[in-house]
């Protein structure tokens, strides 16, 4: 078993900050990426930004700049730093993990967590 547990959501003003983080917990083997997405009411989760093992981290283009993911594997953590914030980032954010576990198959698979609510307003 597997668990992906957010945390640090909540509501901003525009212009403001916010650091989500992300722990994974169980009978993890090799993690091959952690990362965030989003998802609006009516559209797709799309990513956010992804941090892959032993490459560099990748970003949509409408947060480059403003947000910065971070790992720290000795926890199994992934942070999302987002500054800057504006309204268009209001969302339900996930945390995705692509992982190996020391059950079988013994092949990556994904795991997501429960989503935080991520709020820009005036």
């Known amino acids: 078993q597997v668990q992906l547990v957010e945390s640090g959501g909540g509501l901003a003003q525009p212009g403001g900050s916010l650091r989500l983080s992300c722990i994974a917990s169980g009978e993890i083997h090799i993690i091959h990426s952690m990362g965030w997405y989003r998802q609006t009411p009516g559209k797709q989760r799309e990513l956010v930004a992804d941090a892959i093992t032993g490459a560099s981290p990748k970003y949509a283009d409408s947060v480059k700049g403003r947000f910065t993911i971070s790992r720290d594997n000795a926890k199994n953590t992934v942070y999302l730093q987002m500054n800057s914030l504006n309204i268009e980032d209001t969302a339900v954010y996930y945390c995705?993990?692509?992982?190996?576990?020391?059950?079988?198959?013994?092949?990556?698979?994904?795991?997501w967590g429960q989503g935080t609510q991520v709020t820009v307003s005036l």
């Open positions: 995705h993990a692509d992982l190996v576990t020391y059950s079988p198959p013994y092949e990556p698979d994904g795991y």
